[in-house]
């Protein structure tokens, strides 16, 4: 059994930076591939930005570039999600998804494994 469990989440301010991490626990060979999905209040689950295995290739949705940066460290087993210049409508719940293959997949239906979701909320 793998788990996922994210932190960092929060109230905060629009312009302010935030760090969302992704810790991994448990049958870590599973997860290779990991990807950041949120979900806004009254709207669906979207993909939000997804790294490799090795972490040699990242992408992100058109709607965060430049502004949300992944990483991971696989020697402590964490994927994060580096958030700047906050807007309003980045007030979601973020979860983090994990699946074995390498390459990260924009469809949540590839991810069979999910943390419980960390919620930010960011204010005017």
């Known amino acids: 059994q793998v788990t996922l469990v994210e932190s960092g989440g929060g109230l905060v301010q629009a312009g302010d930076s935030l760090r969302l991490s992704c810790t991994v626990s448990g049958y870590t060979d599973s997860v290779a591939a990991m990807a950041w999905f949120r979900q806004a209040p009254g709207k669906e689950r979207e993909f939000v930005s997804g790294?490799?295995?090795?972490?040699?290739?990242?992408d992100y949705a058109d709607s965060v570039k430049g502004r949300f940066f992944v990483s991971r460290d696989n020697a402590k087993y964490a994927a994060y999600l580096q958030i700047d210049s906050l807007k309003l409508e980045d007030t979601a719940v973020y979860y983090c998804?994990?699946?074995?293959?390498?390459?990260?997949?924009?469809?949540?239906?590839?991810?069979?494994?999910w943390g419980q979701g960390t919620q930010v909320n960011v204010s005017s």
């Open positions: 998804a994990g699946h074995d293959r390498d390459d990260p997949s924009r469809s949540e239906q590839d991810y069979v494994t």
């Open positions: 790294i490799s295995g090795h972490g040699s290739y990242t």
